[in-house]
Nanobody, 127 residues
Framework: HVQLVESGGDSVQAGGSLGLSCTVS???????????LAWFRRIPGKEREVVAN??????????EYSDSAKGRFTISLDKNRRTLYLEMSELNGEDTGMYYC????????????????WGQGTQVTVS
C-alpha cells in the first residue's frame, strides 16, 4: 500500500517562494518498470489539475510542467529518500490552492483519473 504525505504548505506573499515535500512509503507496483510521481493542485472552484510530474525508469528521468508552472516551479525527486519536492517561486494569487502528491506505476499522464495513490494535500495560500 502506497502512502503519500505532503508537507510544506504555508501562507506566503505574492512574489514569494515556497517548497513542498512529499514522502512516499513505497513506489507503486504495476506492470510497468517505471514510476510516475506528480504534483496536482485544486484551486477553489476548479477541478484538480496537474502542476508537474516526474517519470523515471532504469534508463531515464523526465519531467513535465503545466503551462502555469513552467519557469517558476521545479519538481525533483530524491529516489533514495523517496521524497518528492516542488520548489515554487514567483507565486501569485492564482497559485492558491490545495496541493496534492500522486503516484502511479508507468508513464505520467495529466489527468487525475490515472493516479490511484494520493496524499491528503497541503494548503498553499498566496496573498
Amino acid at each position: 500500500h502506497v502512502q503519500l504525505v505532503e508537507s510544506g504548505g504555508d501562507s506566503v506573499q505574492a512574489g514569494g517562494s515556497l517548497g513542498l515535500s512529499c514522502t512516499v512509503s513505497t513506489y507503486p507496483r504495476g506492470m510497468y518498470t517505471g514510476y510516475c510521481l506528480a504534483w496536482f493542485r485544486r484551486i477553489p472552484g476548479k477541478e484538480r489539475e496537474v502542476v508537474a510530474n516526474i517519470y523515471w525508469d532504469e534508463r531515464r528521468d523526465m519531467t513535465e510542467y503545466s503551462d502555469s508552472a513552467k519557469g517558476r516551479f521545479t519538481i525533483s525527486l530524491d529516489k533514495n529518500r523517496r521524497t518528492l519536492y516542488l520548489e515554487m517561486s514567483e507565486l501569485n494569487g492564482e497559485d492558491t490552492g490545495m496541493y496534492y502528491c500522486a503516484a502511479k506505476s508507468g508513464p505520467c499522464y495529466r489527468g487525475e483519473r490515472y493516479y490511484n495513490n494520493w496524499g491528503q494535500g497541503t494548503q498553499v495560500t498566496v496573498s
